[in-house]
């Protein structure tokens, strides 16, 4: 087997396991009954989520998605449970599964539309822009090409600190 061939094997294998790390994390956000252990998930998915980026060769997408979603959104709500109390107080309700099953086969149903609609479409090639890493260029990046994306991790941002908030706006037990 020529070296091309099984480099192109390993980058698949490794792009895989991103995917796989960003399903198993999600699914530990979700299914964990315990808030430490769901931010924990979270942060595993929004890893396999920052390998996923830097096979789609956005090396600034990925850093961004460490440095902010990994590094300030998580320890953010960490923070907040920290802050919240034990909570020892109430008990989590139990689901009801019709709802619960609902939402999975919504869920399933979406997953797969997207899975027939990347299967099927013609992709094109995207334009190869590799930035030198300058001051300069990296704010005109942010100011053109990732503007969107610049804005929407602002927007997170935002989001993710009134969460905190949210559940910190009790503080500790009262005493």
């Known amino acids: ?76 709500l960490v923070f907040a449970v920290m802050l919240a109390g034990n909570g020892a107080e109430k008990k989590p309700e139990k689901r009801k599964p019709l709802p619960t099953l609902m939402a999975a086969l919504a869920c399933s149903a979406f997953t797969g539309f997207l899975l027939y609609a990347a299967l099927t479409a013609q992709w094109k090639a995207a334009p190869s822009t590799q930035l030198d890493g300058s001051p300069g260029r990296i704010g005109e990046a942010f100011l053109s090409t990732y503007s969107m994306s610049f804005e929407l991790i602002s927007v997170v941002l935002v989001v993710a600190m009134i969460g905190a908030l949210l559940l910190s706006r009790d503080g500790r037990d009262k005493q």
């Open 1 to 76: 087997m020529p070296v091309s061939d099984l480099m192109q094997l390993a980058a698949e294998l490794i792009f895989l396991g991103s995917v796989a790390t960003a399903f198993v994390g999600a699914a530990i956000a979700i299914f964990n009954p315990i808030l430490i252990r769901g931010i924990a998930g979270l942060a595993l998915s929004f890893l396999g989520v920052a390998g996923i980026y830097y096979f789609l060769s956005s090396p600034f997408l990925t850093f961004m998605q460490v440095l902010i979603y990994i590094g300030a959104i998580c320890v953010t």
